[in-house]
């Protein structure tokens, strides 16, 4: 989410003649994890975590103050306070997760209620505030630079994110024994930090994986990654929208993913770009990467059009979208 706001706003400030300014609540020494633009103010509220009433309080006091014309929030319940805050400007809450899966659903309903509009990542989710004054569908895009995508030809697969449970990668180490005990000879390159770590290192012993399955420490130049493999893989429960699937295509892989809720099935094509794999059966994903593992001119094919698929969520294409509603928001 920081990465594909930060791009965002780059984009603004270099594209067009809108002032941004990043909004940082909480107190956290740590810097930005992504390049920012200069020409992007960052204000800094500095408050402590566990000072949640002070932040609420100082959060609507600060919006007064810098008076913007809109306010994007990737934050509930700032969406919810800033409806109430007395300011001109339009509030929009723009959705990373799911609404099933968000806490304090009251909340989340007294937000779509209030703010101007909520702009999701797919049409699955955006059904799930019917009570907003207007919802807009926009999704992410991908800001990595591609000059020669993967060939398909390397005896990689490729999974990342962070190590969580959402992400479920210890199912995806069940998945991969499948197919190691096939074709012991292809790799598993799992990329991210969290704190499952130490368990998943645990169960690729226990799996006797050591030889094919290399978990990678997190890294902001992901891209060599993609390049050198063949195939994504993803088994999430949920997914926002995937932005790792959009990156997987921009690279010209094929992807292999479980059917969870509101992601891959907006990304992937079935059988075209990749392959959607029942929610509950880890047999067929097994079978299915196998199946382009023993099939490299279908791997291939699939990359390419993966790679095709990718061009509609090139940055000028979504942020155009985002230009357009901000235009048509403010002149209402």
């Known amino acids: 989410m920081e990465r594909i706001i ?46 949640k009433l002070r932040a609420l309080f100082s959060f609507r006091k600060t919006i007064r103050k810098l008076n913007p014309d809109i306010t994007v929030y990737t934050w509930v319940m700032g969406a919810f306070l800033a409806a109430f805050s007395g300011w001109k400007g339009k509030s929009i809450y723009e959705a990373h997760r799911a609404r099933p899966t968000m806490k304090h659903q009251w909340i989340v309903s007294l937000m779509e209620r209030r703010v101007d509009a909520v702009v999701a990542l797919t049409q699955q989710d955006a059904n799930g505030y019917p009570h907003a004054k207007n919802v807009v569908l926009i999704p992410n895009f991908t800001s990595l630079n591609v000059e020669k995508p993967s060939d398909c030809s390397s005896k990689h697969c490729l999974s990342v994110g ?3 449970d959402v992400k479920d990668f210890s199912r995806l180490l069940d998945i991969w024994k499948l197919v190691s005990e096939k074709h012991p000879e292809w790799y598993l390159d799992i990329v991210g930090e969290g704190p499952e770590r130490d368990a998943l290192l645990q169960k690729i012993e226990r799996l006797n994986l050591s030889s094919s399955v290399t978990l990678h420490e997190a890294t902001n130049d992901v891209l060599p990654y993609y390049i050198n493999s063949s195939i994504y893989l993803m ?41 959607l794999i029942p929610y509950n059966d880890d047999k067929a994903m097994a079978d299915a990467i196998c199946n382009l593992i023993e099939n490299p001119d279908k791997r291939q094919q699939m990359g390419i059009a993966a790679l095709e698929a990718s ?12 230009i357009e509603f901000f235009d048509e928001i403010t002149n209402r």
Not at 8 to 31: C, F, G, I, Q
């Open 311 to 322: 061009q509609r969520y090139k940055p000028e294409e979504i942020m155009n979208k985002w």
């Open 235 to 275: 088994t999430s429960r949920f997914e926002g929208l995937g932005i790792v699937l959009i990156e997987a295509q921009t690279c010209g892989l094929p992807i292999v993913s479980l059917d969870c809720d509101y992601g891959p099935r907006h990304i992937i094509e079935d059988s075209v770009t990749g392959c």
């Open 162 to 164: 962070r190590l969580v």
């Open 6 to 51: 930060t791009d965002k706003m780059n984009y603004l400030v270099r594209h067009t003649a809108h002032e941004v300014v990043l909004l940082l609540l909480w107190h956290d020494e740590s810097p930005l994890a992504y390049p920012l633009d200069d020409r992007v103010r960052v204000v800094r509220m500095d408050i402590p975590f566990q000072h």
